[in-house]
C-alpha cells in the first residue's frame, strides 16, 4: 500500500517561510518523479513544482519560481517544499503526488495534469496573512 504522509503546514506573514515535507512508503520512492499542487476552495487544483526520480530536472509554476525550491532525499523517502517569501495568494491546501510511471520523462509541460500522479497525500493547509 502506497501512502503519503505530509507535514503540516502553518501560517505565516507575508515575506514569511515554510517547508513542506512528504515521506513516501510503499513504493521505491528513487524510481518515481514527485510533485507539489494547491488547491483554494472552488478552484481546481493547481500545479506548483515537480522534481524527477533522481532530482535531476525540476519544474516550477510561474507564479512560484525564485521563491519556492522542490527538492528531494532518497534515502529518506521523503521530498520537500521550501517556500521563501510567502505571499497571501500562496493560501492553499498543499498535496505531495507520486508518479504513476517510474523514471518518467515528460514532453512538453504534460507534467501539470493531475492525471500523471497515481498517489496523493492528505493535504496541509499553508495561509499566509497580508
Known amino acids: 500500500q502506497v501512502q503519503l504522509v505530509e507535514s503540516e503546514g502553518g501560517s505565516v506573514q507575508a515575506g514569511g517561510s515554510l517547508r513542506l515535507s512528504c515521506t513516501v512508503s510503499?513504493?521505491?520512492?528513487?524510481?518515481?518523479?514527485m510533485a507539489w499542487f494547491r488547491q483554494v476552495p472552488g478552484k481546481e487544483r493547481e500545479f506548483v513544482a515537480r522534481?524527477?526520480?533522481?532530482?535531476?530536472?525540476?519544474r516550477y509554476l510561474d507564479s512560484v519560481k525564485g521563491r519556492f525550491t522542490i527538492s528531494r532525499d532518497n534515502a529518506k523517502n521523503t521530498v520537500y517544499l521550501q517556500m521563501n517569501s510567502l505571499k497571501p495568494e500562496d493560501t492553499a491546501v498543499y498535496y505531495c503526488?507520486?508518479?504513476?510511471?517510474?523514471?518518467?520523462?515528460?514532453?512538453?509541460?504534460?507534467?501539470?495534469?493531475?492525471?500523471?500522479?497515481?498517489?496523493w497525500g492528505q493535504g496541509t493547509q499553508v495561509s499566509v496573512s497580508s
Open positions: 503526488a507520486i508518479d504513476r510511471s517510474a523514471r518518467a520523462v515528460y514532453k512538453s509541460n504534460y507534467y501539470v495534469d493531475q492525471d500523471v500522479y497515481e498517489y
Open positions: 522534481i524527477t526520480w533522481d532530482g535531476s530536472v525540476t
Open positions: 510503499g513504493r521505491t520512492f528513487s524510481d518515481y518523479g
